[in-house]
């Protein structure tokens, strides 16, 4: 009995060490990922600072290193960020509404839920060779801010859908019941009641893959974007009649990741510093959209108290 | 408002018959937009078979599955996809070796051992890891993590698989580790009561009990890691260098089926060419092999989903 005891003992000690042992090897995998974060960041700023001025942001790229800026590519990228938002927020939303409200169990609805979810996984590069032969050379929009703008909206695309639906079926059953019984149709159920109250929470997707898009390379270089361009569309909003003008939509670009990948892979060191400038200013850019995404979502975790 | 009210009063019938048209406008208009997933899809497969249709009529299939040399752009044209094959395959491996046993400790780790308040500060940290641009990967690979290697690996070239895999698959850990969690953490806690009335610790609790009735959802997370270090392009593009060469090492320079298209792109492409062809090709066989991926996932995490 005693010798039982003493047996006992000594598993239930063993097993306490490993799970102890567990628990430090887990913190240190964790730490694995935190440590090269930080890091990556570290070394960025340290490479990519003291090259960052006010000249940076507003001198075009050149062959001379110490001139050369990104005046093109964060503008290239304002413009794409605009075509990509007005062209997949609304479809987004719209798919994302009628797939949790109205559509019924049928096969119809299967197939397109599990393509939203196919597509979510489909690599970045496919969505630019679509756009290659689709929107460059079938539907002739040429290597422009317009065709660049379409494909990451496709992109960001699933990633609205799926935060649109999460945010719908958070909204409690008795909302909708309280809105019919009221007399209201389904359309201004959802228009006056459900989209209103999650709407905080599909701005927070959208500013998620907005960021993505931001960040995207690969589908824009397979459409051709220009790693070398020396100025910048038309403006928007002209002096004289119409005001309005959308020739910019045509005009050739270029990003910030573009502009980075460009000096990155260039031999000459000086190029590589601009690389890493310019990479700081991208990633204050995504890990702000970032930020404020996850901002935004414990702030709504916070107000909702159904 | 009260103009509303008053017209519904005097004319029911007319009224909710517009409201009926509108109503059915709306839907009909919602479905399109759904709809526009579905023409994606057949869109990307309709412009990759037809372009490769045209490659494979100068190309014999086999050619294409068997010869050892992948050069569309020299004089004398190689198209086999076998070293693009094996670079990709090279640095999948490399990034899940690191991103697998990494995000499963930690998926552990975070559901069934962490504090609540150290989970949701530590959660969305590894998530931002997902959010950096790849770019900025590829940057840190080649000027920070290839130096650092070539101190104790001398003969380390600088473009190598090695360290675009490992940044790779630190890209990759909150896909895997994020997911899992989820899943270990909606298994009820019944099961895990159960198992610590039968004074299991927590670790046996995690290891045999949580960890194989997840095991359906744990699974996904591994695919979907596959299927992100399978498409991901820019950190091999910058990293791995970009010339085509069949082999199995690592420590070697190679390029990937997605640098390749990314290499090819950066030149003036002729419209309707052979070479604006291959990379339709080799994006065909990307899509086949990340699609390949996922039915294997998805019958996989079938066979061995629990019921509880």
């Known amino acids: 009995m005693q010798q039982d005891l003493q047996q006992i003992k000594t598993i239930i000690a063993r097993n306490k060490l490993w799970q102890g042992l567990f628990a430090v090897v887990g913190l240190l995998s964790i730490l694995v990922g935190i440590v090269t974060l930080i890091t990556l960041i570290l070394d960025l700023f340290i490479d990519g600072l003291p090259r960052l001025s006010w000249q940076f942001l507003i001198s075009f790229p050149s062959r001379k290193p110490e001139e050369a800026g990104i005046l093109a590519a964060w503008v290239g990228t304002i413009l794409v960020m605009i075509v990509t938002a007005i062209a997949s927020i609304p479809v987004g939303i719209a798919s994302g509404i009628y797939l949790e409200e109205y559509a019924g169990k049928n096969w119809l609805t299967g197939l397109i839920e599990i393509n939203v979810t196919n597509l979510a996984g489909v690599p970045s590069i496919i969505y630019g060779l679509l756009a290659l032969g689709l929107f460059v050379y079938q539907f002739n929009l040429g290597e422009s801010v317009l065709t660049a703008g379409l494909t990451l909206a496709l992109l960001v695309l699933p990633i609205v859908i799926v935060t649109t639906r999460e945010a719908l079926r958070a909204i409690p059953n008795s909302i909708r019941e309280a809105a019919y019984a009221m007399g209201a149709s389904k359309w201004q159920t959802i228009c006056d009641?459900?989209?209103?109250?999650?709407?905080?929470?599909i701005l927070t997707g959208v500013i998620i893959g907005l960021s993505r898009a931001v960040g995207e390379t690969?589908?824009?270089i397979t459409i051709g974007a220009l790693t070398f361009i020396a100025f910048l569309p038309d403006p928007p909003i002209k002096a004289e009649f119409p005001y309005i003008s959308f020739s910019w939509l045509q005009a050739p670009f270029t990003v910030m990741p573009i502009q980075m990948f460009n000096w990155v892979s260039r031999p000459e060191p000086d190029f590589q510093i601009n690389a890493a400038a310019a990479g700081v200013v991208l990633i204050c850019m995504t890990l702000g959209m970032n930020a404020l995404a996850i901002y935004l979502r414990y702030r709504i975790r916070k107000q909702i108290k159904w | 408002?009260?103009?509303?009210?008053?017209?519904?009063?005097i004319k029911p019938s007319s009224s909710r018959l517009l409201r009926n048209i509108q109503e059915k406008a709306i839907e009909i208009l919602l479905f399109l937009a759904a709809c526009s997933s579905?023409?994606?899809?057949?869109?990307i497969i309709g412009i990759l078979v037809y372009e490769s249709i045209t490659f494979f009529r100068e190309v014999s299939l086999i050619n294409f599955l068997t010869d050892t040399q992948w050069s569309p752009l020299f004089d004398d044209a190689h198209y086999g996809i076998l070293p693009l094959l094996s670079g990709t395959l090279v640095t999948t491996t490399v990034a899940l070796s690191v991103a697998v046993p990494l995000g499963t400790i930690a998926a552990i780790y975070l559901s069934e051992f962490a504090p609540f308040r150290f989970r949701e500060l530590i959660k969305p940290c590894l998530e931002l890891l997902a959010g950096i641009p790849t770019v900025v990967?590829?940057?840190f690979a080649l000027l920070f993590v290839t130096p650092l290697l070539q101190n104790f690996l001398w003969d380390l070239p600088g473009f190598n698989m090695l360290s675009a895999g490992i940044v790779m698959g630190i890209m990759i850990i909150p896909y895997v580790s994020?997911?899992?969690?989820?899943?270990?953490r909606s298994v009820p806690v019944q099961l895990r009561e159960g198992s610590y009335a039968m004074g299991a610790t927590r670790l046996q609790t995690a290891l045999k009990v949580v960890f194989p009735a997840a095991i359906s959802g744990i699974t996904a997370a591994y695919i979907l890691g596959i299927s992100r270090a399978v498409g991901e392009t820019m950190i091999v593009a910058i990293a791995a260098g970009l010339q085509p060469t069949l082999t199995?090492?690592?420590?070697?320079e190679a390029a990937t089926i997605t640098a390749y298209i990314v290499s090819v792109s950066l030149g003036d492409l002729p419209h309707g060419s052979l070479e604006y062809q291959t990379i339709f090709a080799a994006g065909l066989t990307l899509v086949l092999m990340t699609l390949v991926l996922n039915i294997f996932g998805y019958f996989l995490s079938r066979r061995y989903r629990e019921k509880y």
Do not use: K
């Not at chain 2, 408002?1 to 519904?8: A, F, G, S, T, W």
């Not at chain 2, 579905?38 to 869109?43: E, H, K, N, Y």
């Open chain 1, 218 to 220: 690969a589908p824009l």
């Open chain 2, 178 to 184: 994020s997911v899992s969690e989820d899943a270990m």
């Open chain 2, 137 to 139: 990967y590829g940057y």
């Open chain 2, 1 to 9: 408002m009260v103009e509303r009210q008053l017209q519904i009063t």
């Open chain 2, 248 to 252: 199995w090492n690592p420590m070697n």
């Open chain 1, 193 to 201: 009641h459900v989209l209103p109250y999650s709407i905080g929470s």
């Open chain 2, 38 to 43: 579905v023409a994606t899809t057949i869109a």
